[in-house]
């Protein structure tokens, strides 16, 4: 699996959008792009995931580039309770569906 | 439709005791996975399994711990002769067939503190 790249924290006013990046130079044709993220002492949870496109649910959006080597978690309007660990991760489709997890970005959303 | 279940969610044993973890995947879901995240540090794989067929356990440790997936019931993460160093937090999660695009649905975990 491709190795992910994020900065270890972030901070984001309450109200704005919070843009989490991940570089994953090493991705390969048939490896998607996933996004967790951990509040403090929960279980992950998932937020997004996409292949090649970009990508909108209810919780954040998703931008690829084009040449899918870098990616954008956007959090459109962020919260208090948005504060968390985000994790990047590049997963391809074959050899089983474990997930690895790396250190993650933490996301302080403040006041 | 319920989440992963775990159980319990907090377990407190003394050196020398056993500690039985369970998990119940979501339902339809066939495959569980086990990670442990230790106090401060991040989330580590430790095995994945299908019923009955340990298919992933490169991250178990090699002594002590075991994990199985019967037919019937849920999946258990059983760790023998716990140390103070197994005191974690551990997460199971689970997802269906394997189909393409992989999306892991985690339980709230169960915390160990062994004493």
């Known amino acids: 699996d491709a190795k992910t790249t994020q900065p270890t924290s972030m901070d984001c006013a309450e109200g704005r959008a919070a843009n989490l990046p991940c570089n994953h130079s090493?991705?390969?044709?048939?490896?998607?792009v996933y996004w967790y993220r951990q509040i403090h002492s929960q279980g992950p949870q998932y937020i997004i995931h996409?292949?090649?496109n970009n990508e909108t649910n209810e919780m954040a959006s998703l931008i690829i580039t084009e040449d899918r080597k870098s990616s954008t978690l956007i959090l459109p309007h962020a919260t208090l309770r948005d504060t968390a660990v985000y994790y990047c991760?590049?997963?391809?489709?074959?050899?089983?569906?474990?997930?690895?997890f790396g250190t993650g970005t933490q996301l302080k959303v403040e006041l | 439709n319920a989440g992963v279940m775990q159980n319990p969610r907090h377990l407190v044993r003394r050196r020398g005791q056993e500690a039985r973890l369970r998990c119940s995947p979501m339902?339809?879901?066939?495959?569980v996975y086990w990670y442990r995240q230790l106090p401060e540090e991040g989330l580590k794989f430790m095995v994945y399994?299908?019923?009955?067929?340990?298919?992933?356990e490169s991250g178990m440790p090699k002594e002590r711990f075991s994990a199985e997936f019967p037919k019937e019931g849920p999946s258990i993460l059983r760790i023998q002769q716990v140390v103070r160093g197994d005191s974690a937090a551990y997460f199971c999660?689970?997802?269906?067939?394997?189909?393409?695009?992989?999306?892991?649905?985690f339980g709230a975990g169960s915390r160990l503190t062994v004493l």
């Open positions: 996409g292949l090649k």
């Open positions: 090493t991705i390969s044709g048939n490896e998607y």
């Open positions: 991760i590049v997963r391809g489709t074959g050899g089983g569906n474990k997930l690895t």
């Open positions: 339902k339809g879901h066939s495959h």
């Open positions: 999660a689970s997802s269906p067939e394997f189909s393409g695009a992989n999306v892991l649905t």
């Open positions: 399994l299908q019923k009955e067929n340990i298919i992933d």
